[in-house]
Structure formats: structure tokens, C-alpha cells
């Protein structure tokens, strides 16, 4: 699926048990991603494998319903997710790889692109669209880490 990936690489000057902590907690991509309208952890206690956030976020104009389960919990280095919901496109596997840069924590994020029914008549739309934002994704994660 490597042609339908995307993400992006930014050192964070913050150190990576902090960087860690604040990506875990899904209900903080609200902070860094100006799709998502709203989020909430619909399972209970702290963030590990199985984990599952349900959020609101518009693309292109249109609001949908999106869940998350978090698939791989490994402090301090790594966070995988699988998105659950049933749309046109959907992240079967997307993740978060955190390594020690100096004080700081090199980050680095993806995505991995699926579609189903209309998503394949736009998929080429969407992932050029997702490979072009990536780096202002990335920088938005860093902006919210650094100013919380």
C-alpha cells in the first residue's frame, strides 16, 4: 500500500515522553487538525492497544462520523491506528514514530489510504490532496505540542 501513503517528518522541541503522551490522547487531535469538529475516548481508562475514539470531521466540505482504534501503544516510540468507520475513504493503518533529536523528538507520521465505492473515483483527489497538506500537518502537531 506504500503508493497510497503519506506523512511527513519535524523535530519537536519538546522531550519524546511529553511528544508521546499528548498523541496518545486522541481527544488532542482536535488542537493540531483543523478537519476534526469534535472527538471524544468512547472506551474507558488510559491509552493502550484497543483504545477507540469516534470524532466528527469535514473533508471537502461534508461532515462525517469517523472512528479510530488505537492498534499499537508503545511508549515512548510508536502509535499505530486503524480507522473503523465505513466511508468512501478510510485509514486502515496510520501511525505516529517518535525518536530522541537532541532535547527534542524527531516525529514522524503517516497514513494509509483506502476507498470503497465513490472514494475509488476519488482517490487520486484525496491522496494528493493528503500528500500536499502533510507538512502543514505535521508543523500544526509540532505548533500545539509546543505551545501546550
Known sequence: MADRRF????????????????????????????RVIEIAKTTEGPPAVGTVFASTVKDGGVKTKRKFELTVVESPSRIRWKELSKAPIVVP??????????QGTELSFFNELESHGFGKVIMGFALRSARKGADDFVNSIKRAIEAS
Do not use: C, M, Q
Not at 7 to 33: Q, W
Not at 93 to 102: C, F, T
Open 7 to 34: 506523512g511527513a517528518t519535524v523535530t519537536i522541541e519538546r522531550p519524546i515522553e511529553e511528544v508521546f503522551a499528548f498523541l496518545a490522547e486522541g481527544e488532542n487531535d482536535k488542537k493540531f487538525s483543523p
Open 93 to 102: 493503518e496510520g501511525g505516529y514514530d517518535l525518536k530522541p533529536a537532541g
